[in-house]
């Protein structure tokens, strides 16, 4: 069934959610409010007007720089921006305009987010993987893809046991291998996924994060010993996961 107005708009209401990702990518690590005030150019301070923050469209208009001191843009916008309206137009495919939708593309746009900012600065805020459990949770009751239990095990045995993991690792090096954010993190996936899911998560995304290590390790000699973020592993195996599951 031809369907295009929906891809079109679930496409333009992805861009336009990516957007807004770009915010919550540059201020929460900084503490800063996601709502106050506009958005403005990083190095002269100058507010963005609104023709010049068209998701994807202004990026490439203004050829990448800023309309007033000319600063380069990161490639991080029309990258997030373009992500965001794949992730949409995927879901589409597979749900429709459902609830369903709806939650599913949240749950995907605070993965992207964390893991940019896992990425970028070795956290995970509490803002996004804290509500994430409450939403995951709550829409287990009305979503007819988990039940409430599933969701609840999910959040308690997910975060549960990568604590109990991060824990022996401690006691047995004497150091820190995993953070508080990466628990909270796998919590939130098995709110969403429930315990399969979150086990799930786990496995691949240890599989994707050894891989990572050991490419690194080939590459520069480094990576064994080097402390990479574990949140964009189990982000991209929860996406995956998402899908297939949903395809399946």
């Excluded at 007033?68 to 990161?74: D, L, N, P, T, V």
């Excluded at 609830?99 to 995907?108: D, N």
Aim: glycine residues 14%; aromatic residues 12%.
């Amino acid at each position: 069934m031809n369907d295009a107005p929906g891809f079109i708009l679930s496409a333009l209401l992805g861009a336009a959610l990516g957007s807004f990702a770009n915010v919550c990518i540059l201020r929460l690590p900084q503490g800063e409010s996601v709502v106050r005030p506009r958005s403005r150019c990083p190095r002269c301070q100058k507010s963005i007007r609104w023709h010049d923050n068209i998701p994807l469209f202004s990026f490439f208009f203004l050829r990448g720089r800023c309309r007033f001191c000319k600063a380069s843009i990161s490639l991080q916008y029309p990258l997030v921006e373009g992500t965001s309206a794949l992730l949409a137009v995927g879901l589409y495919a597979l749900l429709g305009g459902s609830l369903s939708f709806g939650v599913y593309l949240y749950f995907l746009l605070s993965l992207l987010v964390i893991v940019v900012i896992d990425a970028r600065h070795q956290i995970i805020p509490d803002l996004l993987t804290l509500p994430g459990m409450g939403v995951g949770l709550g829409s287990s009751f009305f979503l007819p893809t988990g039940s409430p239990l599933q969701s609840f095990l999910g959040c308690l045995i997910g975060g549960g046991s990568l604590y109990l993991v991060a824990f022996i690792y401690r006691s047995l090096r004497g150091m820190e291998g995993l953070g508080g954010g990466d628990v909270k993190l796998l919590a939130m996936i098995g709110s969403f996924l429930g315990v399969f899911g979150a086990f799930l998560t786990l496995f691949i995304g240890s599989l994707l994060g050894s891989l990572v290590g050991l490419l690194l390790w080939i590459r520069y000699r480094k990576g064994l010993k080097t402390a990479i973020p574990f949140g964009p592993f189990l982000s991209i195996a929860a996406a995956i996961i998402l899908f297939w599951g949903e395809k399946g």
